[in-house]
């Protein structure tokens, strides 16, 4: 969509429903008899939401776009939670209530693109010794080119148990592609737990060459 509304091809933003109809009929395209078929179907679609037809450019453009494989996106969340309750405590002390609650979403703001955010918090409630996790992560990979792409990772993990609080985090940047058949990938990762100053820093450098 923000291509074509780059180029000119739309007069406005599709309304959701338009975009989800064009993602299903997309994910789909294995019914289609040819990609024109397919691409007729698209601009049925833009042209019932829009009032107008993408234009020979656009198709091309969103072809490009269908035909790029070997690399899935995924859009959507996920949330759940549950409570347990230990019934019998086989060292004969006081049972544990248990509380879990995660919650998990994926975009790809651009077709060569992925954010992934997730977040989770599990609770054990004692009365003498209660203990809980939160744990936060976050991924975005964007593809430069058909042999490049950026990675980057972020993660933090808390646990408290009583007053005491501990964490740690860590931060991953690397970029890897292709040079003259040989895989190269360069790696910085940064860490820290609570009782650090200073957040670590590690940098790697990898090299394979695929003999076969």
């Known amino acids: ?3 074509l509304l780059d180029m000119g091809d739309l007069p406005a933003a599709l309304p959701n429903e338009t975009v989800m109809a064009v993602a299903r009929v997309i994910g789909r395209a294995e019914e289609y008899e040819s990609p024109g078929e397919l691409l007729s179907a698209v601009d049925a679609l833009v042209r019932e939401a829009s009032g107008v037809s993408i234009s020979p450019a656009g198709l091309l453009e969103v072809e490009e776009i269908i035909q790029e494989t070997g690399w899935q996106r995924y859009c959507g969340w996920n ?6 309750y230990e019934v019998l405590d086989p060292r004969g002390q006081i049972q544990d209530l248990s509380v879990i ?7 790809a703001p651009e077709p060569g693109s992925q954010l992934r955010l997730s977040a989770s918090y599990a609770a054990v409630a004692h009365p003498t010794a ?6 936060l992560g976050a991924s975005f990979d964007q593809r430069i080119s058909d042999t490049t792409h950026f990675v980057f990772e972020y993660a933090l993990r808390q646990e408290a148990e009583g007053p005491v609080v501990r964490d ?20 910085i990762a ?14 790697m450098l990898s090299a394979v060459i695929n003999l076969l």
């Open 168 to 187: 740690r985090q860590s931060a991953t940047f690397q970029l890897e592609g292709e040079l003259g058949g040989i895989s190269v990938a360069v790696q």
């Open 79 to 84: 949330v759940s939670g549950g409570v347990g």
């Open 190 to 203: 940064f860490g820290k737990r609570a009782d650090a100053e200073a957040w670590t820093q590690d940098l």
């Open 1 to 3: 969509e923000r291509r």
């Open 101 to 107: 609650l995660a919650a998990d979403v994926a975009l």
């Open 130 to 135: 209660g203990r809980s996790y939160i744990t």
